[in-house]
């Protein structure tokens, strides 16, 4: 999910866009991993009530194949996704072709085609906002936004168990203070978020899990999962397997009116949610 270059992988088309390894070069496991996600809409909620998009204008910066997009358009005054790889814009044009308020731009984090102040919500999933080196993209940001509206962020949470465990194993040196009091000083609060992925088989879930680790990893993770479900799912005649995964949700406003140096326009609060059970 995290998209970063692997080591072994091809090289970004772009000097300025390191390549998505999973949705990239396994798109059609990637839809699978989408469906999966946030069964119980845990994450949308949190979003809903940080940066409530109604009636709104909303970019979503490296919106990959525009799985996302129908959901802001749902309420949304209009919904511009900006991707740099060109098959999966092309394919968001697909997705999205019979939505007249949603388009699809050819674009990076650093430098998005729309005019300053034309956006009330930018979002971002696992998409480039990853920590230190982010700034060209969070500077980029600011300039869409209009005033009062809000850069949202939602990424993976390495703490969390079991699936930032399997993440930190690929990723031994990954520092996850670092990266929380990096977001911290940009004006960020953070909210943490426990979800569940829901697999209707076993395939589904290896294939998924084998496009986001190492062979070594994956082969553990799918075992743990297999574990804790029973080899037919959670449940003694239930079907299918779940995996809890923490996510986190940052996000930035910008200010309405004039802010006094030093001073912050969003609190760097962290609050932890539990994951539906709906």
Known sequence: MWKIAR???RPAARADVLPSPN???????????????????????VLARECDWAGKDVLDVGCGDGFHLSRFAATAKSVTGVEPH???????????????????????????????????????????????????GLREADRVLRPGGA??????????EPYGRWMRAD?????????????????????????????????????VLRIEFSPEVADRAIADVLRDNGSHGRH???????????????????????????????????VSISPSTA
């Not at 850069?151 to 969390?160: G, K, R």
């Not at 670092?178 to 960020?188: K, L, M, P, T």
């Not at 299918?240 to 609190?267: E, I």
Request: one cysteine or more; glycine letters at 8%.
């Open 151 to 160: 850069l949202v962020v939602v990424d993976l949470d390495v703490s969390s």
């Open 7 to 9: 080591r072994g992988q």
């Open 171 to 207: 990723l031994p040196d990954y520092d996850a203070a670092a990266v929380d009091a990096f977001f911290e000083r940009q004006g960020f609060r953070c909210r943490r978020v426990m979800t569940r992925w829901w697999f209707a088989d076993s395939e589904s879930l290896a294939a």
């Open 86 to 136: 060109e098959p999966l814009a092309r394919r968001a044009e697909r997705r999205v072709g019979e939505l007249p308020s949603v388009r699809v731009l050819r674009g990076s984090a650093q430098s998005i085609p729309v005019p300053d102040a034309s956006a009330d919500v930018v979002h971002a999933r696992t998409a480039y906002f990853f920590g230190p080196g982010c700034e060209p």
């Open 236 to 270: 003694p005649g239930a079907a299918g397997f779940t995996v809890p995964v923490g996510y986190r949700v940052l996000v930035r406003d910008k200010p309405s009116g004039l802010v006094l140096p030093g001073h912050s326009s969003s609190s760097s609060s962290s």
């Open 23 to 45: 949705i990239w070069y396994h798109t059609d496991t990637y839809e699978l991993e989408n469906r999966a996600q946030d069964v119980g809409d845990d994450v949308w909620r």
